[in-house]
């Protein structure tokens, strides 16, 4: 009875008897919504458009997700014991095994795994949050239940595009919302409490009836003094640079171990990633491994990243096969030293036939979900290709230079443009493709010689160029990212150097802050590992929206690190 009501959608999902709920609940993907004829799948959305179309998705979404987390945290299909899978409280999930390796969570971060075993993630939290959307759909009056039911089939969990649009989502903000839900056999507009500001933790958990818990009271963002939610976080977050990250790891990553770990070098999505878990919530709750994933914010953000890395694999389908072998330093249920491949089970992930790994996850196709403008079940790969490379040029891609205010030219200058669709517009078809010069920081430090979380800040004559964010595991081990240094030239006042001396200049004005949350400095001798290259690379720009830049060779030179001098003023704010 279980595994058939796992797979077609648990109509009395929030009561399951305990008995029941310790069996293994196996990731198959959602199946509702599919066209059986032609195989068109439904999409994730951008949380924003659900938000702001405020129909029966959006309905069923704010009651699928207040269910989940009104359901007994002893529950395994509880937004509690889902969401605690990614850290605390560090116990095994249903199906997932004794613990016999590190402390921390069943997350691999700066790990290969980590791209393909958040896939498994959200299609464990999709299934459960669709099969809650269903339940609910059915008790809508039977003037709109048809209706109801289907948007229930098609939702998918949501995504928030932080590259194109930085901004926390509006939707996230209200302590409630309202939505129509079924009142005495009429449709009604009613306010609830909107379970996509907060979570409550159970009293139960902050007694340590798991274990060891270090969640308190309930989610919080922006509490630390002078600081507010969203104001403080869409601040921070508009000076991270994401959207050029992204457009850059895109396209210049190699192979999957590269985009979708910091420990594969240094273009990868994991890299902005952390970026926005440092600074969407101002630190805080979202910071933290440990309690990070009972913020609502982390599906929103861990959705967009496996459209990313689906967009990744649609560009490079031609080489985009999943090898890889290396040995972690130690998760839940990996200890230390086990020799990780594409093979490897994704605790605590299990299938009908068994635990799922890497391989199962090499596509999102088959998954029961898809983004746009991906459509498996009608296009060849290259046609894929080629709407997704349209797609990234549209969201993330160069603007004109004529519109580019007070910046050096290049594909990725933003200086002084906010990151909204209706400005953002791309480049200028042309008969002729033009040649930019780009530039680049490269960061690579050993982990273990930072009191993590930290961030590394990199200033340019005291400007803010970037930071490269180090959450708090695993605790060693390489990490590599990658700073687009184009739009700090003008503001550093260096737009009017040749490529080499601006080289230079680059490089002899560097400077570094490395901070911890409590908002102390550790000292650059301490992190003898640090290395940074300051890249110089001739990009020529796409004739049209159908391609991508060409990247050249790179020239880089090394950084004599200097720490960030007191008596320079800085002109950004940080959380810590």
């Given at each position: 009875?279980?595994?058939?009501?796992?797979?077609?959608?648990?109509?009395t999902?929030?009561?399951?008897?305990?008995?029941?709920?310790?069996?293994?609940?196996?990731?198959?993907?959602?199946?509702?919504?599919?066209?059986i004829?032609?195989?068109?799948t439904?999409?994730?959305?951008?949380?924003?458009?659900?938000?702001?179309?405020?129909?029966?998705?959006?309905?069923?979404?704010?009651?699928?997700?207040?269910?989940?987390?009104?359901?007994?945290?002893?529950?395994?299909?509880?937004?509690?014991?889902?969401?605690?899978?990614?850290?605390?409280?560090?116990m095994?999930?249903?199906?997932?095994?004794?613990?016999?390796?590190?402390?921390?969570g069943y997350c691999p971060?700066?790990?290969?795994?980590?791209?393909?075993?958040?896939?498994?993630?959200?299609?464990?939290?999709?299934?459960?949050?669709?099969?809650?959307?269903?339940?609910?759909?059915d008790g809508?009056?039977?003037?709109v239940?048809?209706?109801y039911?289907?948007?229930?089939?098609?939702?998918?969990?949501?995504?928030?595009?932080?590259?194109?649009?930085?901004n926390v989502?509006p939707?996230t903000?209200?302590s409630?919302?309202?939505i129509?839900?079924?009142?005495?056999?009429t449709?009604?507009?009613?306010?609830?409490?909107?379970?996509?500001?907060?979570?409550?933790?159970?009293?139960?958990?902050?007694n340590?009836?798991?274990?060891?818990?270090?969640?308190?009271?309930?989610?919080?963002?922006?509490?630390?003094?002078g600081?507010?939610?969203?104001?403080?976080?869409?601040?921070?977050?508009?000076?991270?640079?994401l959207?050029?990250?992204?457009?850059?790891?895109?396209?210049?990553?190699?192979?999957?171990t590269?985009?979708?770990?910091?420990?594969?070098?240094?273009?990868?999505?994991?890299?902005?990633?952390?970026?926005?878990?440092?600074?969407?919530?101002?630190?805080n709750?979202?910071?933290?491994?440990?309690?990070s994933?009972?913020?609502?914010?982390?599906?929103?953000?861990?959705?967009?990243?496996?459209?990313?890395l689906?967009?990744?694999?649609?560009?490079?389908?031609?080489h985009?096969?999943?090898?890889?072998?290396?040995?972690t330093?130690?998760?839940f249920?990996a200890?230390?030293?086990t020799?990780?491949?594409?093979?490897?089970?994704?605790?605590?992930?299990?299938?009908?036939?068994g635990p799922?790994?890497?391989?199962?996850?090499?596509?999102?196709q088959?998954?029961?979900?898809?983004?746009e403008?991906?459509?498996?079940?009608?296009?060849?790969?290259s046609?894929?290709?080629?709407?997704?490379?349209?797609?990234?040029n549209?969201?993330?891609?160069?603007?004109?230079?004529?519109?580019?205010?007070?910046?050096?030219?290049?594909?990725?200058?933003?200086?002084?443009?906010?990151?909204k669709?209706?400005?953002?517009?791309?480049?200028?078809?042309?008969?002729?493709?033009t040649?930019e010069?780009?530039?680049?920081?490269?960061?690579e430090?050993?982990?273990?010689e930072?009191?993590?979380?930290?961030?590394?800040?990199?200033?340019v004559?005291?400007?803010?160029a970037g930071?490269?964010?180090?959450?708090?595991?695993?605790?060693?081990?390489?990490?590599?990212?990658?700073?687009?240094?184009?739009?700090i030239?003008?503001?550093?006042?260096?737009?009017?150097l040749?490529?080499?001396?601006?080289?230079?200049a680059?490089?002899?004005?560097?400077?570094?802050?490395?901070?911890k949350?409590?908002?102390?400095?550790?000292p650059?001798?301490?992190?003898?590992?640090?290395k940074?290259?300051?890249?110089?690379?001739?990009?020529?720009?796409?004739?049209?929206?159908?391609?991508?830049?060409?990247?050249?060779?790179?020239?880089?030179?090394?950084?004599q690190?200097?720490?960030?001098?007191?008596?320079?003023?800085?002109?950004?704010?940080f959380?810590?």
């Open positions: 009875m279980f595994l058939l009501l796992s797979w077609v959608g648990f109509a999902l929030a009561s399951i008897p305990l008995t029941v709920a310790q069996s293994t609940y196996p990731v198959v993907g959602v199946k509702s919504g599919i066209n004829e032609t195989g068109e439904p999409a994730r959305r951008n949380i924003n458009d659900l938000h702001m179309e405020a129909g029966p998705e959006w309905d069923l979404l704010i009651g699928a997700l207040s269910a989940m987390q009104a359901a007994n945290e002893t529950d395994p299909l509880s937004y509690f014991q889902i969401m605690g899978i990614h850290g605390q409280p560090h095994a999930w249903s199906g997932g095994g004794p613990q016999d390796g590190g402390s921390g971060h700066n790990e290969v795994l980590f791209g393909t075993w958040h896939r498994g993630y959200l299609s464990l939290y999709e299934q459960v949050l669709v099969a809650q959307a269903q339940r609910i759909a809508y009056p039977q003037s239940r048809r209706e039911q289907e948007a229930a089939d098609r939702l998918r969990v949501p995504y928030w595009d932080w590259a194109a649009d930085p989502p939707a903000i209200p409630t919302v309202t129509r839900r079924p009142v005495n056999g449709l009604a507009a009613i306010p609830v409490r909107n379970p996509l500001a907060g979570y409550t933790y159970p009293e139960s958990a902050q340590g009836e798991f274990g060891r818990f270090s969640g308190f009271g309930s989610t919080k963002r922006c509490t630390q003094e600081t507010s939610y969203p104001d403080s976080a869409n601040e921070a977050m508009s000076q991270q640079g959207r050029e990250r992204v457009y850059t790891s895109l396209i210049r990553a190699q192979n999957w590269e985009i979708s770990s910091t420990a594969g070098g240094p273009n990868s999505i994991e890299g902005p990633h952390g970026n926005v878990h440092v600074h969407a919530a101002c630190g709750d979202f910071l933290w491994v440990e309690t994933g009972f913020d609502p914010l982390f599906m929103l953000h861990h959705c967009n990243v496996d459209r990313l689906a967009y990744w694999q649609a560009l490079n389908y031609d985009a096969s999943m090898e890889f072998e290396y040995q330093h130690g998760l249920a200890p230390r030293g020799t990780v491949t594409e093979k490897t089970p994704l605790a605590p992930f299990d299938g009908p036939d799922l790994d890497s391989e199962d996850f090499i596509s999102s088959g998954w029961g979900y898809t983004y403008p991906l459509r498996f079940w009608d296009q060849e790969p046609q894929l290709k080629t709407a997704v490379t349209r797609t990234i549209e969201l993330y891609g160069p603007v004109r230079q004529a519109e580019t205010t007070g910046a050096r030219g290049g594909i990725l200058s933003r200086i002084g443009v906010r990151a669709r209706d400005v953002y517009r791309p480049w200028q078809e042309q008969e002729q493709p040649t010069t780009e530039y680049f920081a490269m960061v430090v050993e982990r273990s930072l009191d993590l979380p930290a961030v590394v800040n990199l200033f004559r005291g400007h803010h930071t490269v964010a180090l959450l708090g595991m695993p605790v060693e081990g390489i990490s590599y990212d990658e700073i687009p240094l184009q739009r030239i003008s503001p550093a006042g260096l737009a009017d040749d490529a080499d001396d601006l080289l230079c680059l490089t002899e004005d560097l400077q570094i802050k490395i901070m949350p409590d908002g102390t400095s550790i650059l001798e301490n992190v003898p590992s640090l940074v290259d300051v890249e110089s690379v001739d990009v020529v720009l796409p004739s049209s929206m159908d391609e991508l830049p060409l990247f050249g060779k790179p020239h880089s030179r090394r950084v690190l200097k720490v960030l001098g007191l008596e320079i003023g800085l002109d950004v704010k959380p810590f």
